[in-house]
């Protein structure tokens, strides 16, 4: 498997940069593709801010079998939860999935690259089928409705065993 970072044009580079950095450290077979629009119909005027789901549905149409997709944004967006229509959020990914979604726009400004990569990584987790992980320094535990990412160091032994079975190549780990 590939995967594939997809920056949108709002997302500054040195961001692009650090956060496939982080990646390849996790899984060393990654690709970065030219920075492009958000797509327009995701973009959800009432709140201001982009539904994921439409956002991944554009990138998972052009992800071709063998790669995943990972989209980076700065702007904000959201998902339906429950009876909620627009409940902001930090990343969405399916599982599993050929595309998941990252946001800068709710994590902490001083810690911004290196909480990216952890919700990146958490989302491209879920595309492999990972589910939310109950151990609070793991990758996949859940936001609920927070930022937990400062306690995250690494995917928990469950965690990883389950990626290695997915031929996941963890890189000096």
């Not at 071709?64 to 969405?92: E, P, Q, W, Y």
Request: hydrophobic share 35%.
């Amino acid at each position: 498997m590939v995967i594939l970072v997809q920056p949108f044009n709002d997302l500054k580079p040195e961001s692009v940069k650090f956060v496939t950095s982080e990646i390849k450290k996790v899984y060393p077979n990654v690709k970065v593709l030219n920075p492009i629009d958000l797509p327009e119909n995701a973009y959800y005027n009432e709140r201001k801010r982009y539904k994921a789901d439409s956002i991944i549905k554009v990138l998972s149409k052009t992800t071709k079998d063998g790669f995943v997709t990972i989209g980076l944004t700065s702007n904000d967006i959201s998902t339906t939860k429950g009876k909620i229509k627009d409940f902001g959020i930090m990343g969405l990914g399916y599982r599993p999935g050929k595309a998941c979604v990252a946001s800068s726009f709710r994590l902490n400004k001083e810690k911004i690259n290196e909480q990216l990569f952890k919700i990146a990584i958490h989302e491209l987790g879920h595309t492999q089928g990972l589910e939310h992980c109950p151990e609070k320094t793991c990758f996949m535990r859940s936001a609920e409705g927070k930022n937990p990412t400062d306690e995250e160091i690494d995917f928990c032994k469950k965690c990883k065993t389950f990626l290695i079975n997915k031929n996941w190549k963890f890189n000096s780990i």
